[in-house]
């Protein structure tokens, strides 16, 4: 969303699915699930990229080719033509990913939707004998 868009299809491209704590290795996520969040979604990794000063473009249209279900994807670029950096934090991918990771839980939209789901995840649950009882 930049005025210098060098080449739009050379941008580096971030699915939601890498860094989605919900997800296996196998599946497609690409940071540890204890950083990573859970289940990203392409409008809010944009919205943290433009926090973040980096340019990116989302591509609602897009699915991730293993699991196409997951529609969208965000592209974006770490450096200027020059080869100067957007952000002096963040040197690649991974770097990104993570602080990406970092910010999604705080995102405004998400905030009022976690609270309920926050408080119903507690430690593992006693599991007794399920099932109906003979009378």
């Not at 868009?5 to 704590?21: A, C, D, G, H, M």
């Not at 950096?85 to 040197?91: K, V």
Request: hydrophobic share 30%; net charge positive.
């Amino acid at each position: 969303m930049d005025g210098e868009t060098p080449n739009f299809k050379k941008w580096n491209i971030l699915y939601p699915v890498y860094i989605n704590s919900k997800k296996t290795i196998a599946e497609g996520r690409r940071i540890c699930a204890a950083k990573a969040c859970e289940n990203p979604t392409a409008v809010e990794i944009g919205d943290c990229c433009s926090h973040l000063k980096i340019p990116f473009a989302i591509e609602l249209d897009k699915a991730y080719p293993r699991d196409f279900m997951q529609v969208g994807r965000v592209r974006f670029i770490l450096k200027r033509s020059d080869g100067s950096l957007y952000n002096q934090a963040i040197t690649s991918k991974k770097h990104l990913m993570l602080h990406v990771a970092e910010l999604v839980p705080r995102h405004p939209g998400r905030v009022k939707k976690q609270e309920p789901a926050a408080t119903s995840t507690t430690g593992p649950s006693k599991s007794g004998k399920g099932g109906k009882k003979k009378r």
